[in-house]
């Protein structure tokens, strides 16, 4: 069975980012692994650390079991995630674990750290994965090393912009206003982060703003009107995959930044 891993910082990411996508791979009969570097544990203004941390791993585990899917915390702390040897070894662990063919992180350019030092990981650590001599944790559960480096999608940074507010594009867009409503329930999961954005940085409307980047993100790919994406840009470092794998999967529809993947088409 083909297998998607997505691989992002903290709780809701996947959800907000790349859920769509991840649905339309489930349905055609993908297994879909989720996992997360911390369980989001300085997202609250009145729980402490400890308590808010297994709020929101549950609801990380409740959006997967929606999904169809596994979840797996890695155990960062918030603002804390770094480009580290311990860190890469439990990423690689989690990469030879699940073995992905494809594997979704975030872009390596993004508002905050925290992702961008996580995209940093998926990709190192993928590629260490592959390495026999490359140990990610005791012998009894060290599993085999990758035969193949899986293929990278970075997915887009939050609001579509870079730090300095810029619009990024991406190579290419997934077509899910088949499954938008459904994203929408797995994005509900995550009733502790809406609080928390609406507290720390005045955001409400979390459902309606995550809508919002997929419409703006259809305009994009220059879909009709009511329809909702997302966006990739595959990582081409040497030894990676060049093939795109995704497009094969979503029915072989063309790629490209002025075309979507089709969602709905045979």
């Given at each position: ?5 997505a ?10 980012l790349?859920?769509g996508?991840?649905l339309l791979l489930?349905a055609?009969?993908?297994d879909?692994?989720l ?8 997202g ?13 791993r ?13 979840y797996t ?15 890469k070894?439990r990423?690689s ?32 650590g ?6 026999p001599?490359?140990?990610?944790g ?5 599993k085999k090393p ?20 810029r ?7 997934v ?9 929408s ?31 703006a ?10 329809h909702?994406?997302?966006g990739?840009n ?13 497009s ?5 529809a ?8 089709s969602?709905t088409?045979?």
């Open positions: 069975m083909p297998t998607v891993l691989l992002m910082a903290h709780p809701d990411d996947i959800e907000i790349c859920a996508t991840l489930r055609k009969g993908w879909v692994h996992a997360t570097m911390t369980a989001g544990d300085l609250s203004r009145d729980l402490p650390p400890q308590k808010i941390a297994r709020v929101r549950a609801e990380a585990a409740a959006a997967a079991k929606l999904l169809g899917a596994t915390c890695l155990g960062e702390r918030d603002l804390c995630i770094t480009y580290n040897v311990p860190s070894r990423v662990a989690l990469i030879r674990r699940t073995r992905p063919d494809i594997l979704i992180t975030h872009s390596p350019t993004d508002y905050m750290a925290d992702h961008e030092e996580t995209s940093r990981l998926a990709r190192e993928a590629f260490a994965a592959a390495i001599n490359w140990k990610c005791s012998r009894a559960s060290e990758l035969v193949a480096l899986p293929a990278i999608l970075y997915a887009d940074p939050i609001d579509a912009v870079d730090i300095l507010g619009r990024q594009s991406a190579a290419f867009y077509d899910i206003t088949p499954v938008i409503g459904r994203k329930d797995l994005l509900a999961c995550h009733s502790s982060q809406r609080d928390w954005l609406r507290a720390q940085h005045g955001v409400d409307e979390y459902l309606l703003w995550m809508r919002r980047c997929g419409a993100r259809a305009r994009d790919a220059r879909l009709p009107a009511k909702f994406a997302e990739f595959p990582h081409h470092g040497h030894g990676f995959p060049a093939e795109n794998i995704l094969s999967a979503l029915n072989g063309t790629v490209s930044s002025a075309r979507a993947i969602a088409r045979k």
